[in-house]
């Protein structure tokens, strides 16, 4: 099913309510993972929250991670074919491990565009609650934008300008507004000032 924990640097961080706690949540989510396995109207947990998922990269090292692996397996069944031929194996042997290296490859190719998929899901579940707490900290919708995309698609301002089709002069206001109303300095804060609790995903 899979594994929870709790970690901190700092020694008796955690008391028996939060243990309590934390087991309480592990059941809980065991079991929504279990109902979503057997429901009948097909819903899936990881489908509405991505971000959950923690097999699914959630930056660009997991993903080049991820897509190495899977680039492995292709290269060890070709090397596996380049050593029946070296060997002069039977034509129906280096037959049948070709077959298996072009399914190997037809399995790899599905499964980085499904990762891909996911990580540009979480990118999008990460813009859109990053953009609603910045609305609630009474930045407009259009500074609520480039707030997300600051703290999630590490836009620059001349990238931001090009994305939305405004002048690299608004750009930098709305930047210099945002951070004031955040009370910060620095574009790499926007990020852990709206979500805390989050992690900066590109």
């Known amino acids: 099913m899979g594994q929870m924990s709790l970690q901190s640097l700092t020694p008796k961080t955690y008391d028996d309510t939060v243990v309590a706690a934390?087991?309480?949540?592990?059941?809980?989510?065991?079991?929504?993972?279990a109902r979503d396995a057997?429901?009948?109207?097909?819903?899936?947990?990881?489908?509405d929250h991505p971000e959950l998922d923690s097999a699914r990269p959630t930056s660009e090292i997991d993903l080049m991670s991820e897509v190495s692996h899977r680039m492995e397996r292709i290269r060890r069944?070709?090397?596996?074919?380049?050593?029946?031929?070296?060997?002069?194996?039977?034509?129906?042997?280096?037959a049948t491990e070709a077959a298996?290296?072009?399914?190997?490859?037809?399995?790899?190719?599905?499964?980085?565009?499904?990762?891909?998929r996911a990580k540009e899901a979480a990118a999008k579940a990460r813009l859109s609650h990053l953009q609603a707490a910045a609305l609630r900290t009474a930045l407009t919708p259009r500074e609520a934008e480039i707030a997300g995309l600051i703290a999630v698609d590490q836009l620059t301002n001349s990238?931001?300008?090009?994305?939305l089709h405004i002048s690299l002069k608004t750009v930098k206001t709305h930047v210099g507004?945002?951070?004031?109303?955040?009370?910060?300095?620095?574009?790499?804060?926007?990020?852990?000032?709206?979500?805390?609790d989050g992690e900066e995903r590109s």
Not at 22 to 33: D, F, K, M, P
Not at 38 to 47: C, F, Q
Not at 100 to 116: K, M, P, R, T
Not at 177 to 196: A, F
């Open 22 to 33: 934390a087991e309480w949540l592990a059941a809980a989510l065991a079991n929504a993972i």
């Open 38 to 47: 057997t429901s009948p109207l097909g819903h899936d947990l990881y489908a």
């Open 77 to 94: 069944a070709a090397r596996t074919v380049q050593i029946a031929a070296q060997e002069s194996r039977p034509s129906d042997e280096i």
């Open 100 to 116: 298996l290296l072009a399914e190997i490859c037809v399995e790899v190719q599905g499964e980085v565009v499904e990762l891909l």
């Open 159 to 163: 990238e931001i300008a090009r994305h």
């Open 177 to 196: 507004n945002i951070l004031s109303k955040l009370g910060i300095t620095q574009r790499s804060e926007i990020g852990y000032v709206l979500d805390p």
